[in-house]
């Protein structure tokens, strides 16, 4: 106990220091990091992973970012022996409480703790998404696993963007990215999914399930309401961009409508508070076109732009028919859609 009061004190000094270089903000039971601090690792090579904390003393923040953590951790290394596990001390904030970064369930071993029973495990998405929805009595969850070998697919879109767009590779980057940005999506008052746990060793993030249909689906199945749906998620994006956010990866399917008429974000782990707004209404019009007929993607972007001006500015439509970023469409949208999606945007721009 002696330890962990004298640790626990050599933090708050130190973590006083990053409060006044605004990279750290005081919150109700102990530090948070603030969007400077996101900015400036978003800059850097973090380290490897969380497992770099074992050099440190202390850490005792309200919820788990490493991103954070990397950047403290050169002023916080001590070569001292018989170190506290740091992990006990980092907590991350959910929607059932705090919960301590040592607490890493998988996930038959969160469905007893968290709901006391036996649940079922349903694997969805495609190859190269490890996600899965976990279903206990007339509960649904959703659990997304952050693995090495899904980097494929990030490796390959960071080579074919290379010249317009850095995706983050590293799983627990964009895991922690996810974590951070569903924090203050919600803060900012966006809908997205609430964290129910996090296992950071195994790289699992549990959330709750959003019940619904995206926005793609919505038109695949074409549904009565999908162009007021897609005037929605066009307004929704300016909204997001407003409050200085990209997506970076702002795919149709990471939006969904529920029964109650809201627009959930989800699948945020490309996030950044830099990078260029256009490029998310690029991807968000164009990338439908592989699923959709030339009628009915032009009819979506349409409907998209629609709503994204009426919240956001003209100058990011036009961008948004760059060249070089309508290029990175070439292999997923066929090129007579990408014409005619960028005729009908145009008239967005002469009127």
Known sequence: LADDHESAEKFRETAQEFVKEGLLESVEVGFSPTAEAVKRFEKSSPLPGLEQL????????????????????????????????????????????????????DMMEFVREFYGSEGRVKRIGGLFNSTYVIEVDSVK?????????????????????????????DPSTRMAKEIYFLDLFRKREFNTPEIIHVNWRDKILYTSYIEGVNLVDAWVEKMADRESFARMVGE?????????????????????????????ITDVEQASFDGDPAWDLMELIFYPGHYLDVDDSVKLA??????????????????????????????????????????????????
């Not at 994006?237 to 008429?261: M, Q, W, Y």
Request: glycine residues 4%; proline residues 4%; aromatic residues 12%.
């Open 141 to 169: 969850l959703f659990a997304k696993r952050y693995q090495s070998w899904t980097d494929v697919k990030w490796v390959a879109a960071r080579v074919w963007t290379a010249w317009v767009k850095d995706f983050s590779i």
């Open 236 to 264: 929704t994006l300016a909204d997001v961009h407003s409050a200085g956010i990209r997506l970076g990866d702002c795919k149709p399917e990471s939006f969904i409508k529920t029964v109650e008429n809201k627009i959930f």
């Open 302 to 351: 349409e409907n998209v732009v629609e709503g994204y001006v009426r919240r956001g500015s003209l100058d990011v439509v036009r961008k948004a028919l760059r060249p070089s970023y309508v290029r990175t469409m070439s292999l997923w949208t066929p090129p007579w859609v990408q014409k005619a999606i960028i005729d009908r945007v145009k008239q967005f721009l002469t009127v």
């Open 54 to 105: 074992r050099k440190l003393n202390l850490l005792k923040i309200s919820r788990a970012f490493s991103l954070l953590v990397f950047e403290m951790a050169s002023r916080l290394v001590s070569p001292a022996a018989g170190l506290q596990d740091p992990e006990r001390f980092v907590y991350v904030r959910t929607a059932v409480g705090l919960q301590p970064l040592s607490k890493q369930l």
